[in-house]
């Protein structure tokens, strides 16, 4: 075997050893959620808190494996699932493909600010329930109401995160190019792209937790399948156990959206992460 071979070898078992590395970190979230879990297991096996509010893990899982298999109210938990994460996605990436490049419009032109800021600052604060008893209204009870709804509640992190990303440019860095002899194509790829990424990935995180967050509002009228529906539906009987379950495959479905969008900034932004 040449030294080549050998030394390709080895770079590769090294990196192989550092991706399985286990950090500190991620010691203490295992820790952490272990403790969770035998505190919960403890509350529950003591009966320090009534089972009606706080069933037993035992409880939860048989509540998972039965919506998974048999369903609930006449959908498995794969179902609604794929209802919930469709209405969320055909939001926000709606939201993505508007919100960005007006954002980025009104951080480079004051006119443009200054006819789309108002309203996106008007609607921002209010309640997503009353703002969907008028979308219901104009819209109907189907999915539209509930892809408007998610597709505004997206929409303000994502135009105020790409404005201020515009807005923060380091004018510096745009006269620099342009003394190299940068044209308007390569100032707009090599400085004003890489300058505003980072902010607008942050605000796509942002945009989509609270995105997710106004799913059980989108789908507690007129819905017959959806995770946010089932908690809702569930909580009107008193199962706890299916609300919980539903709550924590909400949270653990968060984690993984978020972790996309992680993965698409690493791609997008890789000299942040060297």
């Given amino acids: 075997m040449s030294d080549v071979s050998v030394g ?37 096996r003591l009966k320090l808190v009534n089972p009606l509010f706080l069933p037993p893990p035992e409880d939860v899982w048989r509540a998972f494996v039965t919506v998974l ?11 609604h699932l794929v209802a919930s994460l469709s209405r ?17 419009l009104m951080g480079l032109s004051t006119k443009v600010k200054a006819v789309f800021d108002p309203m996106i600052e008007f609607y921002r604060p209010l309640p997503p329930l009353a703002l969907y008893t008028l979308l219901v209204m104009w819209l109907g009870i189907g999915d539209l109401s509930k892809v408007t709804l998610l597709f505004l509640a997206a929409l303000p992190p994502l135009t105020i995160s790409a404005m ?5 440019i ?21 400085v004003f792209v ?6 607008i990935c942050t605000g796509m995180r942002i ?17 017959t399948a959806g995770l946010g529906w089932m908690v809702w539906d569930a909580s009107k009987f008193l199962l706890s156990d299916v609300v919980i379950m539903g709550l924590i495959v909400l949270g653990l479905t968060g984690l993984a959206l978020d972790f996309l969008v992680r993965r698409a900034e690493r791609a997008l932004t890789p000299w942040r992460f060297q």
């Fill in 8 to 44: 390709n070898l080895e770079t590769s078992i090294v990196r192989a050893v550092r991706a399985f590395r286990v950090s500190p970190e991620m010691l203490l979230t295992a820790a952490t959620i272990v403790a969770l879990t035998l505190l919960w297991f403890t509350l529950a």
């Fill in 69 to 79: 298999t048999k369903g609930y109210q006449g959908s498995r938990l794969d179902q």
């Fill in 88 to 104: 969320i996605l055909t939001g926000y990436v709606l939201a993505c493909l508007v919100g960005i490049p007006l954002g980025l």
């Fill in 164 to 168: 201020q990303a515009a807005r923060g």
């Fill in 170 to 190: 380091d004018r510096q860095y745009v006269k620099a190019a342009l003394c190299l002899g940068a044209g308007r194509r390569q100032l707009f790829r090599h």
């Fill in 194 to 199: 890489p300058a505003c990424l980072p902010v």
């Fill in 207 to 223: 945009s989509l937790g609270f995105t997710y967050t106004v799913l059980v509002a989108a789908e507690i009228v007129a819905a």
